[in-house]
């Protein structure tokens, strides 16, 4: 059973606004940190947001979003979301939802650290 499932992506024009949810399933939602990723097209992945502990743990931003999204958890429906307000072209790629059972701390935004990974939504942004 996949862990983390993703939902929400689609076409938007600059501007406007989506939010991905991300649902854990096939275990307790746990998880000491869960992530936003992304992978543009013809680029590495690379880190979009973060969130340490339940729902009212810290938050962590790549400089590119901050201001523009919202990472946010609700423990009671298993769900991680990310609003992404003012969306530009370049915010266009594969979001991927990630997670960890312990977290080790400064790691929140490695990639590498995280165990369980979605399968992705994709976002495109019109210009």
């Known amino acids: 059973q996949v862990p983390l499932v993703e939902s929400g992506g689609g076409l938007v024009q600059a501007g406007d606004s989506l939010r991905l949810s991300c649902i854990a399933s096939?275990?307790?939602?746990?998880?000491?940190?869960m992530g936003w990723f992304r992978q543009p097209p013809g680029k590495e992945r690379e880190f979009v947001a973060a969130?340490?502990?339940?729902?009212?743990?810290?938050?962590y931003y790549a400089d590119s979003v901050k201001g523009r999204f919202t990472i946010s958890r609700v423990s009671a429906k298993n769900t991680l979301y990310l609003q992404m307000n003012s969306l530009k072209p370049e915010d266009t790629a594969v979001y991927y939802c990630?997670?960890?059972?312990?977290?080790?701390?400064?790691?929140?935004?490695?990639?590498?650290?995280?165990?369980?990974w979605g399968q992705g939504t994709q976002v495109t942004v019109s210009s």
């Open positions: 969130r340490i502990g339940l729902s009212t743990g810290s938050t």
């Open positions: 096939g275990r307790t939602f746990n998880y000491d940190i």
């Open positions: 990630a997670a960890r059972g312990t977290y080790s701390s400064g790691t929140y935004y490695l990639s590498d650290k995280y165990d369980y």
